[in-house]
T-cell receptor, first 114, second 112 residues
Framework: GENVEQHPSTLSVQEGDSAVIKCTYS??????FPWYKQELGKRPQLIID?????GEKKDQRIAVTLNKTAKHFSLHITETQPEDSAVYFC?????????????FGKGTLLTVNP | EAQVTQNPRYLITVTGKKLTVTCSQN?????MSWYRQDPGLGLRQIYY???????DKGDVPEGYKVSRKEKRNFPLILESPSPNQTSLYFC???????????FGPGTRLTVL
């Protein structure tokens, strides 16, 4: 089955700096890679996603890059703000056979210091 | 308002007492899923459903059951809960598996 590794587990940056979170996946049949943000005590919410036919996607200060050959994808947050502080999860969804699971990484706690 | 609802939000129970956590969505989504969230382990998928009467195991299905008799509802059943099922549970739905999942508010379950 799919295995998603996420690094780092914690990340602390100064306001205005960039933050990068990296994930690797094991199943080459995976073709959908979403990123979710979970604020303390809240439910996860999608912030950006990418499909395997695209190498990069941007949405304002957030970008995701995908390297299918190396089986890794990354989240980039520029000009970080205190409200970016949260736990971020990457995930991978496979399309192989009858397997339609969504496998999440263990999460990255991002702290943006004012 | 488009939403995913779960009930109950909090539950304390004892080992072996059957319980059901309900999940309902009003967005006509086909894909529904249950996750458990434990500190340091992230979100782990328990079961998912591609559509009515179509369900399959996620990564941690042991000790759980689900059913999908109607498109909007996807209850999670614990036939004989044990303390290791103490966790925060999220239900989620999406148009299909390649789209944004909308999460419910979560159910915090404690099994004594």
């Amino acid at each position: 089955g799919e295995n998603v590794e996420q690094h780092p587990s914690t990340l602390s940056v100064q306001e205005g700096d960039s933050a990068v979170i990296k994930c690797t996946y094991s199943d080459s049949a995976s073709n959908y890679f979403p990123w979710y943000k979970q604020e303390l005590g809240k439910r996860p919410q999608l912030i950006i996603d990418i499909r395997s036919n695209v190498g990069e996607k941007k949405d304002q200060r957030i970008a995701v890059t995908l390297n299918k050959t190396a089986k890794h994808f990354s989240l980039h947050i520029t000009e970080t703000q205190p409200e970016d502080s949260a736990v971020y999860f990457c995930a991978a969804s496979s399309s192989g056979g009858s397997n339609y699971k969504l496998t999440f990484g263990k999460g990255t706690l991002l702290t943006v210091n004012p | 308002e488009a939403q995913v609802t779960q009930n109950p939000r909090y539950l304390i129970t004892v080992t072996g007492k059957k319980l059901t956590v309900t999940c309902s969505q009003n967005m006509n989504h086909e894909y529904m899923s249950w996750y458990r969230q434990d500190p340091g382990l992230g979100l782990r998928q328990i079961y998912y459903s591609m559509n009515v009467e179509v369900t399959d195991k996620g990564d941690v299905p042991e000790g759980y059951k689900v059913s999908r008799k109607e498109k909007r509802n996807f209850p999670l059943i614990l036939e004989s809960p044990s303390p290791n099922q103490t966790s925060l549970y999220f239900c989620a739905s999406s148009f299909n598996r390649l789209n944004e999942q909308f999460f419910g508010p979560g159910t915090r379950l404690t099994v004594l």
